[in-house]
């Protein structure tokens, strides 16, 4: 079987700091991860790489089978398939919600204009925005805007998503509300690599939980291990620091 | 327990801060009112209105002043500006380049449009048909001031462009680019058009500069069809020896400046908006 991702002895620098050393891992078709670990751990750079939005300094990225960092590859094409969602958001101010949606299925995919606002309404709606449609970034709520840019990833039949902490940036009463769109995704089996502190997303919802520290994997298994049983002292250490703050 | 140290006493001055601070305004005041006195009684009042408000030579500017002056110095505004704002977003994505020579070309245009004088452009346009032997700028000498002021402008306006394009957060890209848009689409859907928003404020500054700069076209040799506003008051005053014309023109550029001024601070004001 063809993994929806897989990273081999993935190596990055950043000058000299070297924030990946070595990553080796699969994400399979439907299955929902997610990556754990302290900030500099490496989780977004690793996540970045899979769409090449930084560019490892050594060892290969395959999506879909297809090696992204063969110089030859048509990345865009590659994108395309590829729905990432970000920690800021990062939906564009100068259009609305729907425009949002629709412009990169217009631009990107060819859709003309009536079919793009037909998919923008439906993924919209999905999200629980169909009311925003004609609201600026501006005018919404983190939460809100967060699904806009998830109906906007999503408008593009995407085969897998990246979540690049996509509730670190939301006041705390809002996470919800992005979280459930999340479980709902995984729940009509789309494949999703999702780097997060929200622990009990992770132990609900992931296939599979990734822990991370210092630019290596440091531990790779069913969240009842990885979170409930961790074998690793490291490991241990980030949660109880994570789960238990006041110590 | 003979030399006790004395507790200096606290400074008292002589003149209370508030006292100090009432007679400094009223130095100043009597400063003002001497030289507002000097002014009335030492000018020749009769004189100067006849050189500079003299109402009979005021109306010879009528009604040539608006059909031809102002409407040229608008067309010579207007297209130099659109020609400075194409270059100049030109020169700004060439300044930002990945390509080695675009940045340099950028970098050079920009420097020297912007360390020479404007006037020494539009005295070398003057010599362009001897350098370019069958060459013509296109639309005569609408085409010469439109050249010069878009030249001069386009270094500015890069500028500002560069400016607006890099306040464009990195993450803007990054999510154009992972829906699938190359490069160049990124940079037209989604860069551009904030860029643009962004820089409406110093550009319609940009707009105001090249409005007075339209004057140098004073020095393009201009036959009269072609007369701006600064030309135009120039030419009537030395017919008349008489220097109104030269302030009813002085006037007419105040008419529009004053106004756009204020529009630039408003919509500086809101600037933190969106849309």
Known sequence: MTHAIELADLHKYFGKNEVLRGIDMTVDPGQVVCVIGPSGSGKSTLLRCVNLLEVPTRGKVFVEGVEVTDPDVDIDAVR??????????????????????????????????????VVARD???KVGVGEKCDSYPAQLSGGQQQRVAIARALAMNPDLMLFDEPTSALDPELVGDVLAVM??????????????????????????????????IVEDGAPAQVIGAPSQERTRTFLRRVLHPEG | M????????????????????????????VILVVALVALILYADWGKLAESFAEPDVARTTLPELFTIALRNTVIYTIGGFALSFLLGLLLALMRLSEVRPYRWIAIVYIEIFRGLPALLIFLLINYLPLALPGFQVPFGTYGQGILGLGMVGAAYQAEV??????????????????LGMSAMRAQFTVVIPQAIRMVIPPTMNQFVALLKDSSLVLFLGVSSQYVELAKFGNDLASTHSNATPIMITGLTYLIVTIPLGYLVTRLEGRKGRTI
């Open chain 1, 80 to 117: 395309r398939r590829i729905g990432m969602v970000f920690q800021q958001f990062n939906l564009f101010p100068h259009m609305t919600a729907l425009q949002n949606v629709m412009i990169a299925q217009q631009r990107v995919l060819k859709r003309s204009k009536k079919e793009a606002e």
């Open chain 1, 123 to 125: 993924n919209l709606n």
């Open chain 1, 183 to 216: 479980r709902k995704l995984a729940e009509e089996g789309m494949t999703m690599l999702v780097v997060t502190h929200e622990m009990g997303f992770a132990r609900e919802v992931a296939d599979r939980v990734v822990f991370m520290d210092g630019g290596v």
């Open chain 2, 2 to 29: 003979a030399d006790q140290p004395k507790t200096a006493e606290p400074a008292r001055a002589r003149l209370s801060p508030r006292k100090k601070r009432q007679i400094s305004r009223g130095v100043q005041y």
């Open chain 2, 161 to 178: 462009f560069r400016a607006g394009l890099q306040a464009v957060p990195k993450g803007q890209t990054e999510a154009a680019r992972s």
